[in-house]
């Protein structure tokens, strides 16, 4: 699986978008990005996925770059009950394998009033 | 809601006692695993269920093991507990067949003595 790269921490006023970076550069063709978090003491829960195209779904958004090398996470108006650690995953789909997800630091997100 | 039950949520033990946590869906969905969750090393997946009776090791599969008799239930075994498998243990489910999005339980919080 390919390695993911996100700032252990961001900031973000409640009410404005929160962008949430993720470096995978040596992503390959068949990988997918998926973006989960996990509030305190919670499971983590789904957020989106991408292959290549920008996605939108009621939660959030994925912007990912032409090259794949990268691509963020927004939430468009950040409410307090956002605050978590989010995590950028990268993962082939398909076979046994696809739900073998890494979990790796995350960027623990804080939003303020 | 994916329907998932994870008990007992909280257990204390003390070392070298058989410890066995169960993960019960709802839902019938063919796909279950067992993370771990520690400070400092994020999710790493335990084991995980393709199948009534056909599982497999993740990336910490020492000292655990599973079973899985009938699609709703997957337990995972310590069968000697140690001091190091203190950790948060979370059960998931994949609810697709096509894509990688997990569902998580709530977690189990292990402390072993």
């Known amino acids: 699986d390919a390695k993911t790269t996100q700032p252990p921490s961001m900031d973000c006023a409640e009410g404005r978008a929160a962008n949430l970076p993720c470096n995978h550069s040596?992503?390959?063709?068949?990988?997918?990005v998926y973006w989960y978090r996990q509030i305190h003491s919670q499971g983590p829960q789904y957020i989106i996925h991408g292959l290549k195209n920008n996605e939108t779904n009621e939660m959030a958004s994925l912007i990912i770059t032409e090259d794949r090398k990268s691509s963020t996470l927004i939430l468009p108006h950040a409410t307090l009950r956002d605050t978590a650690v989010y995590y950028c995953?990268?993962?082939?789909?398909?076979?046994?394998?696809?739900?073998?997800?890494?979990f790796g630091q995350g960027t623990i997100l804080t939003v303020h009033p | 809601d994916a329907g998932i039950t994870q008990s007992p949520r909280h257990k204390v033990t003390e070392t070298g006692t058989p410890v066995t946590l169960r993960c019960h869906q709802t839902e019938n969905h063919r796909y279950m695993y067992w993370y771990r969750q520690d400070p400092g090393h994020g999710l790493r997946l335990i084991h995980y269920?393709?199948?009534?009776?056909?599982?497999d090791k993740g990336e910490v599969s020492d000292g655990y093991s599973v079973s899985r008799s009938k699609t709703e239930d997957f337990l995972l075994t310590l069968e000697s507990a140690t001091s190091s498998q203190t950790s948060v243990y979370f059960c998931?489910?994949?609810?697709?067949?096509?894509?990688?999005?997990?569902?998580f339980g709530e977690g189990s919080r292990l402390t072993v003595l």
């Open positions: 998931a489910i994949s609810v697709t067949t096509t894509t990688g999005e997990l569902f």
């Open positions: 040596t992503i390959s063709g068949n990988e997918y």
């Open positions: 269920s393709y199948g009534v009776k056909d599982t």
């Open positions: 995953i990268v993962r082939i789909t398909g076979g046994t394998s696809y739900g073998k997800l890494t």
